[in-house]
């Protein structure tokens, strides 16, 4: 590449959006407004649900309100700067603000990964150790696993951030994305991206297969158990357990694949954006719907909730 079109420092980068047609705008930007304000405060309904009852304080839902402000923060990471984008009808976004929106995304995407990794381990214990739960799963040990996820995700963060900064840019600073993906500034660099590349399957291989391993594998010695329990009743008791969790396994796994696939297989960006919608905005309001509606214990707890505050 030549030097000219290299531009040092970057001032700043053009995120392209989901489209560039001007009709468009106020639709998308009342969807993505509706779609933010229904996960905060759908996450914040579990939060507050899981804190206020004490028959919920166990380890499982002890990871869910965490996944649940986890979603809250990786939302607000991304949402507010498009919608402020539309309404001024601007699409740039600082340098500094595009590396800070890439490390906390980073950090927040790969702490959901973990936390859903904890509570498969957490159905895991519960169907396949039923006998030694509350001694395995004791609150000592989950704190301890949610400051193991934090710290493993900031660490991850961090490191790809921190690359970033090595990287000298072209001049033509857009992204076609509707926030700073990792992927798509990488493929903006002027200078060598090979160690960043590295970096990035390292973490797929690490933290993407690895603990997906971990949940194949514990879904088949829990689906295993279950086969093994006598009564009909039993066994679908032990499945309602896990059910919500496999369902949001499903989604979060199934669209991240989607969203590697479709960079890998194509140039185009659009397929690869529609995908990241589906992770990064979808599957963080539905987790409440999903947890929520499936489980009897946190239906009566937001219906108390509910009553309460409508004759306070």
Do not use: W
Request: hydrophobic share 45%; glycine share 4%.
């Amino acid at each position: 590449m030549k030097s000219e079109n290299k531009t040092t420092p970057v001032g700043e980068f053009h995120l392209l959006g989901l489209s560039e047609d001007p009709e468009l705008q106020p639709v998308i930007f009342g969807l993505f407004l509706s779609m933010y304000l229904v996960t905060v405060l759908g996450n914040l309904l579990i939060i507050l649900a899981v804190s206020s009852d004490s028959h919920l304080h166990t380890p499982m839902y002890f990871f869910l309100s965490n996944l649940s402000l986890t979603d809250i923060c990786s939302t607000s990471i991304i949402v507010p700067k498009m919608l402020l984008n539309i309404q001024t009808e601007s699409k740039a976004i600082t340098y500094v603000g595009c590396l800070a929106q890439v490390c906390f995304f980073l950090d927040f995407l790969c702490m959901d990964n973990l936390l859903l990794t904890m509570m498969v381990y957490d159905c895991y214990v519960a169907i396949c150790h039923p006998l030694h739960y509350t001694v395995i799963m004791n609150p000592h040990l989950c704190v301890q696993l949610i400051l193991t996820c934090l710290l493993i995700s900031i660490v991850d963060a961090l490191l790809h951030t921190l690359m970033l900064l090595r990287l000298s840019f072209c001049k033509h600073l857009e992204i076609p994305h509707f926030f700073c993906d990792l992927a798509q500034i990488l493929k903006m660099a002027c200078s060598d991206t090979f160690i960043n590349n590295i970096m990035v399957y390292l973490t797929i291989f690490l933290l993407g297969i690895g603990p997906m391993s971990g949940i194949i594998f514990s879904y088949t010695q829990i689906v295993s158990s279950i086969l093994r329990i006598p009564s009909t009743g039993g066994k679908y008791k032990a499945f309602s357990t896990c059910g919500s969790h496999l369902s949001v396994v499903s989604l979060f796994y199934g669209t991240a694949i989607g969203v590697y696939l479709s960079s890998a297989v194509t140039e185009s960006p659009r397929k690869a954006i529609v995908a990241s919608v589906m992770y990064a905005r979808v599957i963080p309001m539905l987790n409440p719907f999903i947890y929520s509606l499936r489980n009897k214990d946190m239906k009566g707890v937001l219906r108390k909730l509910t009553l309460e505050t409508c004759f306070s």
